[in-house]
């Protein structure tokens, strides 16, 4: 297994002198193509500056981030805008989609952008939807959309074409359990078709999703819960009722 | 869970023998509450004592041995139904009870001591979590999985609620644990 | 990996995405648009605005000026021989051998009634090959035979005549057939007969299409005039329309900046997500510059479409105006497109320093909505003060004249003062700190929004600039005529009725019968006794009896012998032949040294010598008569008989307004020069300076009478000028703040709300808008008086002294009333937030 996404010994600083924030302190991690990770940790702990890093949106004060066997340090602005819209995929909590576009030219819209025809762009953008189980709303615009629609429109758009890293920022936040659930369970279906994941979260239910667990406080990786084994094991310790 | 009212809920469906009752059983709560054959025997004889079941052949213990439900049966199971659970009644947790007595032992580590917990808990959740993703159309498990996910959840909110709490005190040693109010510890032991 | 069905083409895939990308971010942007053009209303009324003036302008400019095809029709020649030429036919058959097609319009005087003025009785085929656009038919028909005329609604009236009526004029009964008119000059009053009915003609037009060198080489004929049809003039007012386009298109664009960076701040995050998605700097730059162009070309489409609907109701209204008929598709097409073009270029270039800054915002803090924090003001104040130097120092090399200096001057001037807005509004946040809340957050919002608080100063500070320069220069042209210096035409307590309608003494001064003069006499009288006159003194101007008639001027149906002047003439060579030009500009009026005009001025008999020929107040007056002379002054209007002559001039005290008779022929003159005398006006002398309504009053029975006057602009009109440029000033100014306010009010929406439910009450919002208001026009009128100041110093480098007289009362309206006004009215309007400025925009 390859790792999509590694960053080693990546730190983060804001501001300097007395207002300095130490948002990152020699963070590790790696994510297989296949693995959904999850980042947990209470607000202000760093979990979206390492998302934002990962994603090549921000750079890291110190440390190596490498996206899909790229070393973004070497790259310039545009080599990696080229590739936030090739290889990276972005859910957001709430807001997602361009207004201007429906759902199926909001998923097009990387594909589009990476030099991709209009009609070849749709198709993809179609299939991806279809994946969703969203075609019938493929020509509605955002706010014609349920908030659980519009999150799953944006992990359409998130996985379409090569993605090869998805990055998502509690995407359940603005959702309720029952559309969460829905929400997790095609983001782990995505991960299953050869992608690496990425979910932040303060939420445990949602980090419950993933196959490894991160924990993050101040900044630092304190702790993480091994790849899950089976669900005979439950019963062994099961509690006692 | 009352394992007497479940066996009560499984013959309403219809006759049923021992073993079959025990399979059904863990069958529809995801295998989430194992429960031994011996436990359903013992219930079902209490059971037929109360006149609640009747079994078809007294002479033949065992496997084979056949029950269905009584009138009074029916009847207990729909009192039990629409009687409110008790949750005015605090249950004593024993997580709560290591956290606090840890925060009065000198050197213990609390904020990694409540990651270990921690840890452990998001583990069980991730196990239940896959179950769930696993079993798409039953509604039985999804449910009972759902319960067990919400009250670890509850747990892991503690956790972190504790978490910040302890962050905020200025330094470790001021912890004033031991002088918890008397009222409240009565309470608790009195619970059992 | 997935199985997608449509894989990306990977070969075909560019750095920056190539054609679909920039179709994909265009079509967003058009969406965008679509889905919130209300919110940029402000920029897109504006610019419609200004594109339907440009329409209606131009249709103005390229309609509203007489037509010279309204004497040439389409030929380029017009050669008028005298009717009682012997020679006629022969000339024109040379003519016709010499151009091929010719046309020829025979012409015949009628004398009207109580009139000064004749009407034309005229030998024109309607279908003539370059005299067709001359006429039109409005009812019945075109006379054909040698009993029919045919008239215009003019003659019609004063001869009370209809169709079908019989007209009996100079011994001969016509039948009128028809009614007829000039549509190029609807107020050319004639009589049409076919061809060749008139009987003795007093004067024929031939119309030719001749080349310079078919006129070298064709026989001169003697008595014969040749006018040549100058090049269109109509282009250099619709050229002045567009150029004032520009100049209300800059003010727009300014205004469009604030607006296009309110827009930008409002999809901030909408401009993060694309780029989270994978857009680079480019396509983020493009939305903004496609939300511009869409702007800029919807607004221009839809000024034209509305410009031209005005203009089509508007145009028959016109005709009666410019007393022409206009032919509605007669637009200056290349202008209107022109200026289409300009308000999409407007549009895109406000559009680039939002799109500029919007593409530099660092991805993560546009996703999350912040702003980024405004560049220090000092940076801006740089290139604003070298621009601002550039600016006043191309106006200062401009010397006045250099177009392109004076263009490059105001739009690096106003640029500057774009630039240093910034450091205004920094030093007034600076200020600020300590006053109360309401005032403090207006103001630290005005500094933390800079580029749209900085543009909204600079359209703000460019209104006043403007108003400010119109008040200082008229200001100090006033006070350079208010001397008591003999500059000038007239004197302001005096008035010229000129016999000639077209006033002065150019063109032809008609021959009047004594009965005629008489009439003529009689309203001239009646005007000077309307403005209780001191006395009336009659002047008379000299003419040559040998010279043939000329034709009168537009819209002039008379001909006269051209009275005789004095004009500066320039030799130069033009086809191998020595050609002499006089200008208008240049020439001096000549009057009669009657008795009663020598008397008026104090010039006794002895005072005169008895062979001057000239007497003049003028210094330095030498007449040289010879035709290769090239200084000095030559009497125009004479036959070439005097030809060498010399001729003395005299310097008398005589008036030294250019209109007054500065200059005198003598009786002595007339005698060796073979001139003859004939009135050509009077001078009314009024106890008081004249009123502007006085004369306007005047003008009108003069014009009543077929004459006109003269008198020197009135004082009053300046002051009204810089009254008006004053109100006109801070009445823009107040509207670029009310609609730039708006703006920036309606963005802090959100901080009204957090105010009002933390208690604050209306007082607080109106205290925030006030003082928005306030600020912005303080600093406006500073900044664009002394901008105004600046420019005129450099304007006026030479000749500083007339910048001495300070319009006090009009600066101080601009420097304290505009912030009154505008913190009255902020307060006032603020009381209550319309629900949809307080609701948050939609995102």
């Given at each position: 297994m390859t790792a999509e996404l590694e960053l080693r010994r990546v730190s983060k600083v804001f501001g300097s002198g007395p207002t300095e924030v130490q948002a990152l302190r020699d963070v590790d991690l790696r994510v297989e193509a296949g693995e959904l990770v999850a980042v947990m940790g209470p607000s202000g702990s760093g979990k979206s500056t390492l998302l934002t890093i990962a994603g090549t949106l921000e750079e890291p004060t110190s440390g190596e981030v490498a996206v899909a066997g790229r070393e973004v340090s070497r790259l310039s602005r545009n080599d990696r805008a080229r590739l936030r819209r090739h290889s990276v995929g972005y859910v957001f909590q709430d807001f997602n989609l361009?207004?201007?576009?429906t759902a199926v030219e909001n998923v097009a819209l990387p594909l589009e952008l990476d030099g991709v025809g209009a009609r070849a762009a749709a198709a993809s953008g179609l299939e991806a939807l279809e994946r969703m189980g969203l075609s019938e709303q493929a020509d509605r615009y955002p706010d014609e959309l349920s908030g659980g629609e519009r999150q799953r429109v944006a992990i359409a758009r998130a996985v379409v074409g090569e993605r090869r890293v998805v990055l998502a920022d509690e995407p359940t936040g603005a959702l309720d359990s029952v559309n969460g659930e829905a929400v997790m369970r095609l983001l782990r279906a995505a991960c299953q078709r050869g992608v690496a994941g990425v979910v932040v979260t303060h939420d445990a239910q949602l980090a419950s999703w993933a196959d490894r667990v991160v924990f993050l406080r101040d900044g630092r990786v304190v702790d993480q819960t091994g790849t899950s084994p089976g669900?005979?094991?439950?019963?062994?310790p099961g509690p006692s009722s | 869970m009352s394992v007497r009212h479940a066996l009560l809920a499984l013959l309403s469906e219809g006759p049923k023998y021992g073993l079959q009752l025990r399979q059904e059983f863990e069958a529809r709560t995801g295998e989430v509450w194992p429960l031994n054959i011996g436990q359903v025997y013992t219930t079902l004889q209490r059971l037929e004592r109360d006149g609640l079941v009747e079994s078809d052949d007294t002479e033949m213990d065992g496997p084979q041995k056949g029950f269905r439900i009584t009138g009074a049966g029916r009847t207990e199971l729909h009192e039990w139904l629409r009687t409110p659970s008790d949750d005015a009644i605090p249950p004593r947790d024993e997580l709560v009870i290591k956290v606090l007595v840890a925060m009065g032992v000198p050197g213990v580590d609390v904020p990694g001591l409540l990651q270990v917990h921690r840890h452990r808990l998001v583990e069980l959740m991730q196990r239940y979590t896959r179950l769930k993703g696993d079993a798409l159309d039953d509604l039985g498990v999804a449910l009972v999985v759902d319960a067990e996910i919400f009250r670890l959840d509850a747990l892991i909110r503690w956790l972190d609620a504790a978490d910040a709490r302890v962050r905020r005190l200025p330094a470790p040693g001021a912890v004033k644990v031991g002088r918890v109010a008397p009222g409240p510890r009565r309470r608790l032991a009195a619970r059992r | 990996m997935t199985s997608t069905g449509a894989a990306p083409p990977r070969g075909r895939t560019s750095d920056i995405g190539g054609v679909p990308a920039r179709r994909a971010v265009m079509r967003w942007a058009w969406r965008m648009f679509r889905r919130e053009w209300r919110q940029q209303l402000l920029v897109l009324a504006l610019l419609t605005v200004a594109l339907v003036a440009t329409t209606v302008g131009a249709g103005l400019a390229a309609n509203a000026g007489y037509s010279l095809a309204a004497t040439f029709g389409t030929a380029n020649r017009l050669v008028t021989l005298s009717g009682s030429d012997p020679s006629l036919a022969a000339d024109i058959a040379a003519m016709k051998r010499g151009f091929g097609t010719v046309e020829v319009i025979e012409h015949q005087r009628v004398a009207v009634p109580g009139s000064a003025n004749p009407i034309d009785l005229r030998a024109q085929d309607p279908r003539g090959v370059y005299s067709h656009p001359m006429l039109r038919l409005d009812a019945g028909r075109y006379p054909s035979g040698p009993d029919e005329v045919a008239v215009t609604a003019g003659v019609a009236a004063i001869f009370n005549l209809r169709i079908g009526d019989v007209w009996q004029q100079l011994g001969h009964r016509r039948r009128v057939v028809g009614v007829v008119e000039n549509p190029l000059d609807l107020l050319d009053k004639f009589a049409l007969v076919a061809p060749?009915?008139?009987?003795?003609?007093?004067q024929v037009t031939i119309l030719i299409q001749a080349t310079a060198r078919m006129l070298d080489a064709a026989p001169l004929i003697n008595g014969a005039e040749v006018e040549i049809r100058p090049s269109t003039p109509g282009a250099s007012a619709t050229v002045a329309v567009l150029i004032l386009a520009t100049i209300g298109l800059l003010f727009i664009g300014l205004v469009a900046v604030a607006g296009f960076t309110v827009m930008a701040g409002r999809r901030l995050r909408a401009l993060g997500m694309l780029g989270a998605i994978g857009a680079n700097d480019r396509h983020v730059r493009l939305a903004l510059l496609a939300n511009g162009a869409a702007v800029g070309a919807v607004a221009a489409v839809t000024g034209t479409a509305v410009g031209m609907v005005a203009w089509f109701a508007f145009a028959p209204r016109l005709e009666a105006i410019v007393e022409h008929r206009i032919d509605?598709?007669?637009?200056?097409w290349w202008a209107i497109a022109t200026a289409m073009v300009l308000a999409v270029v407007t549009a895109i270039a406000a559009a680039w320093w939002p799109a500029r800054s919007a593409s530099r915002i660092p991805i993560v803090a546009a996703l999350s909505g912040r702003p980024v924090r405004p560049r220090p003001a000092h940076r801006f104040a740089a290139m604003g003060g070298v621009l601002l130097l550039a600016g006043v120092g191309a106006l200062a090399l401009s010397h006045q004249t250099r177009p392109l200096l004076i263009v490059t001057g105001i739009v690096a001037t106003t640029l500057g003062m774009l630039f240093l807005a910034p450091v205004g509004i920094a030093g007034l946040a600076a200020v600020g700190r300590r006053s109360p809340i309401g005032a403090r957050l207006a103001l630290r919002d005005l500094a933390r929004y800079q580029a749209r608080s900085g543009a909204a100063l600079a359209a703000v500070s460019l209104a006043v600039g403007i108003a400010a320069a119109i008040v200082i220069s008229s200001a100090a042209s006033q006070a350079a005529a208010a001397v008591p210096s003999s500059r000038g035409t007239l004197p302001s307590s005096q008035l010229i009725v000129w016999l000639s309608p077209h006033g002065g003494l150019g063109g032809g001064v008609p021959e009047l019968t004594a009965a005629q003069l008489q009439t003529a006499q009689t309203q001239v009288n009646a005007i000077a006794t309307s403005l209780h006159a001191r006395f009336t003194l009659a002047l008379d101007g000299a003419l040559d009896p040998t010279v043939p008639n000329v034709q009168g001027g537009p819209g002039d149906s008379t001909a006269g012998k051209p009275i005789v002047e004095l004009g500066k003439a320039h030799h130069k060579v033009e086809g191998g032949k020595n050609v002499t030009e006089f200008t208008d500009r240049e020439s001096i009026p000549l009057f009669v040294a009657t008795p009663a005009v020598l008397a008026h001025y104090g010039i006794g008999s002895g005072d005169v010598d008895p062979t001057a020929d000239i007497l003049t107040s003028r210094t330095g007056l030498s007449i040289n008569q010879s035709r290769t002379s090239s200084s000095g002054y030559q009497l125009i209007g004479i036959s070439g008989r005097q030809e060498g002559g010399h001729l003395r001039v005299q310097m008398v005290k005589?008036?030294?307004?250019?209109?007054?008779?500065t200059t005198l022929i003598t009786a002595h003159a007339l005698h060796t020069l073979g001139l003859t005398s004939v009135p050509v006006g009077w001078l009314i002398q009024t106890p008081q300076s004249l009123a502007a309504a006085q004369i306007e009053d005047a003008r009108r029975l003069a014009v009543a009478a077929g004459v006109s006057v003269e008198a020197r602009p009135t004082q009053a009109s300046l002051s009204q000028l810089r009254t008006d440029a004053t109100a006109a000033g801070v009445l823009v100014a107040l509207g670029v703040l009310a609609m730039t306010v708006g703006l920036i009010r309606s963005e802090t929406a959100r901080d009204l709300r957090t105010l009002a439910a933390t208690g604050a009450s209306s007082t607080t919002r109106r205290t925030l808008t006030g003082a928005t208001a306030g600020s912005l026009a303080l600093l406006g009128a500073f900044l664009g008086t002394a901008g105004g100041y600046l420019a005129l110093i450099a304007w006026y480098h030479g000749k500083l002294d007339v910048l001495r007289h300070v319009p006090v009362a009009d600066l101080a309206v601009i420097l304290a009333g505009l912030p009154v006004a505008a913190v009255t009215a902020g307060w006032l309007l603020a009381g209550r937030e319309p629900p949809a400025i307080a609701r948050q925009p939609l995102e």
């Open positions: 361009l207004a201007g576009l669900v005979e094991s439950l019963l062994a | - | 060749g009915q008139t009987g003795p003609s007093d509605r598709f007669d637009l200056p005589l008036p030294t307004f250019t209109s007054d008779p």
